[in-house]
């Protein structure tokens, strides 16, 4: 049985005599148990809307809602064996970490005094702050109180979890840290979770599945990987990446891809997924993008703009047919800014999109290795 289901989920806001707003259109959403879900899209895509139903803190306009089975769309909060953190996670200032994290135990249990404070204590040593139990939040660090805060959700062993953008108070290096201690800790609880993040590097390394939304509505489910080698879309495939994908408009003339000084002849599989579209767009991303001498069949020439040098490797930002990219090349690899290059885009590696619904036409070939495919698939 699905832990948590979204089923044609809608909830539009009314406000007053504006008009009305979609938080959310028709969105359907499976998790089994255990399932961790990064829910990512740029800011005001419906995340927190989505969250905030399934915790039953905004109702819901139609569809359902259904927790271990059972329609809970006008269940109170407190009766549907959630936990959520948000961002400003708000710990109590005059309560200590202790208190801050039996304090909701306390309230919607009939757990007793030691019941309670063996949870806490057990579940503080787990995050780390068994030390700290005594100390006021203005006494902890960002990331220690970011902890209790978790830990707060965590002690209530809720059925599902809900996790809003909790990290984005912290500096990128804890952030990074906080990312792998989360997943161990739901790998370990296997408690079923919603994380949302704007941010698509925690959606990638974060989710065993990804949903990515934009304007309320869903683009795509998929494993990480899916997203990355198979977008649906061009917006996934925009959304999902960084540096991002670039993009070149262009035009279809016979059997080839045409835009400023560029013309890039289709093999007849991919000029077959093109058929009847008078523009497309062709995607590729920067690490496919080859530097190599002389000329050839999906090349083209490109004025270097700026080098980023990271040092493993250095983006090249440059300019081809009028059209801006960036290029991941080698760290060792030396190029002056303002000259002139050949840049190929191989077409095993290109990605073709309507030009008119954005949709993906024919997306890259993939590797055919077993690892790799057992990643990409969908694991439920
Ligand atoms: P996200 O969390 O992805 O940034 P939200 O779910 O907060 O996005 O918002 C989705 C859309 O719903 C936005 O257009 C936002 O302006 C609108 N919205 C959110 N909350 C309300 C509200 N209480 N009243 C009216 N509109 C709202
Ligand atoms: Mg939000």
């Given at each position: 049985m699905a832990d948590l289901e979204l089923r044609n989920f809608t909830k539009v806001y009314q406000a007053g005599s504006t008009d009305p707003i979609?938080?959310?259109?028709?969105l359907n959403i499976t998790l089994e148990e255990g399932n961790f879900l990064v829910l990512v899209g740029p800011s005001g895509c419906g995340k927190s809307t989505t969250l905030r139903s399934i915790a039953g803190l905004e109702s819901v306009s139609e569809g359902e809602i259904r927790i271990n089975g059972n329609v809970?769309?006008?269940?109170k909060p407190k009766d549907r064996d959630i936990a959520m953190v948000f961002?400003?996670?708000?710990?109590?200032?005059?309560?200590s970490a202790r208190e801050n994290m039996s304090f909701g135990l306390k309230m919607t249990t009939n757990l007793s005094d030691e019941e309670v404070s063996d949870r806490v204590e057990r579940v503080a040593d787990m995050m780390g702050i068994g030390d700290l139990l005594g100390d006021k939040p203005k006494e902890l660090s960002g990331g220690q109180q970011q902890r209790v805060a978790l830990g707060r959700a965590i002690?209530?062993?809720?059925?599902v979890f809900l996790l809003d953008?909790?990290?984005?108070?912290?500096d990128a290096k804890l952030r990074a840290h906080m990312r792998t201690e989360i997943q161990e800790l739901q790998n370990d609880l296997n408690i079923t979770t919603v994380y949302v993040t704007h941010d698509q590097t925690e959606a990638m390394t974060m989710g065993d599945k990804i949903a990515i939304l934009d304007g309320g509505k869903l683009q795509q489910v998929g494993t990480p990987l899916e997203c990355y080698y198979?977008?649906?879309n061009r917006f996934v495939a925009g959304f999902i990446g960084e540096p991002a994908m670039n993009f070149f408009e262009m035009e279809v003339d016979n059997s080839d891809l045409l835009s400023d000084g560029i013309r890039y002849s289709l093999s007849e599989s991919r000029f077959d997924s093109v058929r009847g579209e008078g523009r497309v767009t062709l995607g590729i991303r920067p690490e496919d993008i080859e530097l190599v001498d002389g000329s050839g069949d999906h090349t083209a020439r490109a004025k270097v703009n700026v080098i980023e040098p990271l040092g493993d490797i250095n983006y090249m930002h440059a300019e081809a047919g009028g059209t801006e990219l960036t290029v991941k090349i080698p760290g060792e690899r030396y190029v002056t800014e303002g000259s002139e290059v050949t840049l190929a885009f191989p077409e095993d590696k290109i990605h073709l999109f309507s030009g008119?619904?954005?949709?993906?036409?024919c997306n890259r070939s993939l590797p055919t290795d077993e690892s790799f495919s057992a990643q990409l698939s969908l694991h439920d």
């Amino acid at each position: 049985m699905a832990d948590l289901e979204l089923r044609n989920f809608t909830k539009v806001y009314q406000a007053g005599s504006t008009d009305p707003i979609i938080g959310v259109d028709d969105l359907n959403i499976t998790l089994e148990e255990g399932n961790f879900l990064v829910l990512v899209g740029p800011s005001g895509c419906g995340k927190s809307t989505t969250l905030r139903s399934i915790a039953g803190l905004e109702s819901v306009s139609e569809g359902e809602i259904r927790i271990n089975g059972n329609v809970v769309n006008d269940a109170k909060p407190k009766d549907r064996d959630i936990a959520m953190v948000f961002q400003n996670y708000a710990l109590y200032p005059h309560m200590s970490a202790r208190e801050n994290m039996s304090f909701g135990l306390k309230m919607t249990t009939n757990l007793s005094d030691e019941e309670v404070s063996d949870r806490v204590e057990r579940v503080a040593d787990m995050m780390g702050i068994g030390d700290l139990l005594g100390d006021k939040p203005k006494e902890l660090s960002g990331g220690q109180q970011q902890r209790v805060a978790l830990g707060r959700a965590i002690v209530r062993e809720p059925q599902v979890f809900l996790l809003d953008e909790p990290l984005s108070n912290l500096d990128a290096k804890l952030r990074a840290h906080m990312r792998t201690e989360i997943q161990e800790l739901q790998n370990d609880l296997n408690i079923t979770t919603v994380y949302v993040t704007h941010d698509q590097t925690e959606a990638m390394t974060m989710g065993d599945k990804i949903a990515i939304l934009d304007g309320g509505k869903l683009q795509q489910v998929g494993t990480p990987l899916e997203c990355y080698y198979a977008p649906k879309n061009r917006f996934v495939a925009g959304f999902i990446g960084e540096p991002a994908m670039n993009f070149f408009e262009m035009e279809v003339d016979n059997s080839d891809l045409l835009s400023d000084g560029i013309r890039y002849s289709l093999s007849e599989s991919r000029f077959d997924s093109v058929r009847g579209e008078g523009r497309v767009t062709l995607g590729i991303r920067p690490e496919d993008i080859e530097l190599v001498d002389g000329s050839g069949d999906h090349t083209a020439r490109a004025k270097v703009n700026v080098i980023e040098p990271l040092g493993d490797i250095n983006y090249m930002h440059a300019e081809a047919g009028g059209t801006e990219l960036t290029v991941k090349i080698p760290g060792e690899r030396y190029v002056t800014e303002g000259s002139e290059v050949t840049l190929a885009f191989p077409e095993d590696k290109i990605h073709l999109f309507s030009g008119e619904t954005g949709d993906a036409l024919c997306n890259r070939s993939l590797p055919t290795d077993e690892s790799f495919s057992a990643q990409l698939s969908l694991h439920d």
